[in-house]
């Protein structure tokens, strides 16, 4: 069980709602994930209908909603949308994203500590999105965020856990839960993530942009509990060395 | 399914039977596992007793036993060995393993396609363990060998898919299953494997050595049938950019 | 030829004084690599004595000097050791590091933005060491640093490129000269950071803590000349598939 | 100096004659590497003329020639290929390439080796191609050949030291000269290979494929000489943690 703020999860998968090709689809693939947080983009509709295309559907899953602030190019901007996802989404939960770079939409450190602390202080669960900067994580627990989201390579990438050495620094000192976000692109990184003692990954790109997005949220699904389980268990030293799995049959030349 | 010879397995997963502390902790292993393939050695207590330990213990699985050639330093040492074993264990498919050197235990790829030439016209189905050789697993599959077993690392040094772009030529043109064999040393990379289109993987020491073998017998299980599956649902590509998941929320600028 | 702020280098190695066994060795070192810009931190002797150990050394050797930080935990130390460093070593010139973390150093950057600012408005020449954090790397550039150092991986591990995909936004993204500094292990590692187009690498415990720094130090001297040069020569494409060099002899199957 | 057969070399570039879009550039690229052995493929034309294009002016450069066996698809061809070069070349030294596979030119470890022991029995001084396997290396050092070629990754395509780890294991073992062939796609790559204890590595697509070959052909000569000169120097550790280069100046806090 994982428990972020007040709220316990059964599921360490978290997923999001971006690039599916349509509602039913996604829906699907949320139910495939067991997914029990969904993040969200606030969109110019739903401010002005009050009412959201998702709002509805996502309710009827039972799903914990995670607003995003995606988008947001500075602190005020961030801090303002997440004032408006709460009225509209009615939690104050939210995922803090700003990133000034249309282009690698990178994470700002400076701003994201400024919107963190500020949104705290006004009650807001935080769990801001940041580059895999283990100096930085600890600050934003300092001032109370309620996870971390570091990233495992830019967004929407698919590459993969480009920055485990720091990723691991991160875990290792954290005492808020680790949650991996953007460029997981595969089960496998998924997997390798939890290994490494991750509290939970963030996917959405790579499931919605797979060929099956229903199958492929399932299976990651089931590596995130894989990759869970095996790093309770504990794995396996790597060695320089091969390690003779059989025993050797030192005999056979004496009968051959 | 997975259809080797004219055996057909529901598993994907092959398991060993080297390392374990004792023989109820292996065999909880295996069943965690779901394995329906598990290579063993031939050991000189076996040919004096005519009765083996493990083989009563590892018959009441109900799992395809597959002796293993491990020890033999040529080709001559593995047929004799691969003949013993068929008396032994009234099979005759052979993991065939010839590793002249000590220290790495890497295959001799010579001396391989020699026994398993003769090997397949006496009979044996014939599994041999190689170097992630394209040439190699070619002509291996042209003698008559029932599949390709090519190393992800040197065996037992649990460094994970080093050869990933070698295996990635060998699924391509290969008629014959190929299994990813040595050096597999946690589930991620069991998934990784499966996600390139291996047909099954066989891990040993990476369950045997973990603090906890049944429950990481029983990982391996769930990150072979996730990365079967992903490989089936189709993967997302992976992107030199980063590619927004959420809509970018632009119009924040225009109402702060 | 490199240009930062108002100064001109032939050299883009840069380094540093630490860890060597002893100062003449430095020396020795220094002057094969041919640098003409060195790191050195200040110390408590230096303080007391108001002449340092190093100072007339390094001075004779005819390099810029570059008082780091190290060892200060926030903004207020740095600014303050950057001042007593520019009194003490007579240059407005600082390598600003901030690392609250005593295990693994890594920088903070809130702190070092912060830092930064002030110190450039009071004249510094400011270098900032920071994370391979793309939009920092950017602000710090927009609050007048005259080059930024993001690091390659943890300082003084000789891990290598670890952070490779992200310098190479970030050089794809600066206007002002981009330092690799921490964690070169090796001159391959040197001349890889110079053809991703990096404008200098800062390498010191590579150099130090090999078993004949002198030659090392004129290694890394060549590896950076090198790896500048393919850069702007131009490196060839990397493929996913083999490519024939010679020409195929189809010709011989007719002949034999 | 490097010893292979009775020849010594001053230079550890090995270089060859293929893709470069004129004669006249390949001789300044050649000149610019200092390579002392170009490898050049038996051609058609050459067979017909007795006189080839590039003799006259690669011997002009003093270089030693090596032919090689590229295109055959067995040992027979390549034996005749060798027999044939012997004569048109007047050399008996042969690079020994067997690949019958068209699409990723992977080498052929069994036909490799018998036509090796067939030519070392002829009288030819053998350098083989072959994929980086351990034991196949020892057997050509067993049957004669005077140095192994394993590759770095598929030939022609720039992707580096794939093979890192094996060829680690093969110059740990060799007897012989290693030298890396196939895959060294930037300078960098070559110094890697040479810090790991290479003799030669040879290199070419990476030359005739760059935008300025004489330059590249330049910054490789200048890598491979850095690579061993760091090899014999002694590299330092790779280490976990980070490790402060400079001396932490504690007493900060005590003064601000």
Redesign the interface.
């Known amino acids: 069980m994982l428990t972020i703020a007040d709220h316990t999860f059964s599921s360490r998968l978290f997923s ?1 709602t ?2 599916f090709s349509h509602t039913q689809l996604m829906l699907d693939a949320l139910i495939a994930s067991s997914t029990e947080l969904v ?6 509709i739903d401010i002005r209908q009050s009412t959201d295309n998702l709002m509805a559907p996502l309710s009827s899953l039972g799903v914990k909603l995670l607003p ?6 500075n602190a ?2 961030a801090i ?2 997440a004032q408006l996802a709460r009225e509209m989404f009615n939690t104050h939960w939210v995922k803090l ?1 700003i ?12 701003e994201t ?1 400024a919107a963190a602390e500020v949104l705290v202080k006004q009650g807001f669960v935080v769990l801001p999105y940041v ?1 895999a ?4 994580c ?2 934003l627990e300092e001032v109370g965020c309620a996870a971390v989201m570091p990233l495992a ?7 993969g856990l ?1 920055t485990k ?2 990723i691991r ?1 991160i875990i290792e ?1 954290a005492n808020v839960p680790v949650i991996i976000d953007a460029g997981i ?5 998924a ?2 993530a939890m ?1 490494l003692g991750a509290d939970a990954v963030l996917v ?3 499931i ?5 997005p229903v ?2 949220a ?2 990651f699904r ?2 995130v ?3 869970r ?2 790093y ?22 004496e ?2």
Chains 1, 2, 3, 4 share one sequence.
């Not at 993040?39 to 110019?44: G, H, M, V, Y």
């Not at 990133?99 to 400076?110: G, S």
């Not at 390579?153 to 590459?159: D, L, R, T, V």
């Open positions: 999001g971006g690039k993040t969200l983009a606030i969109k110019r995003n602030t995606s988008g947001a190019r005020q901007e303002f949308a994203e990133h000034p770079d249309p282009k690698y939409l990178m994470p700002d450190p400076i500590l580059h900067d283990p100096v930085l600890r600050r390579s830019p967004i929407g990438s698919n590459q480009l050495e720091f620094i000192q692109g595969c089960p496998s990184d997997t390798a290994e959405n790109t790579a919605a942009s797979s060929a099956q199958i492929m399932n299976c089931e590596a509990i894989t990759g389980r095996a309770e268990a504990g794995l396996g030293l790597v060695s320089n060395k091969a390690n003779s799995t059989s025993p050797l049959t030192g005999f056979l030349h009968l051959c």
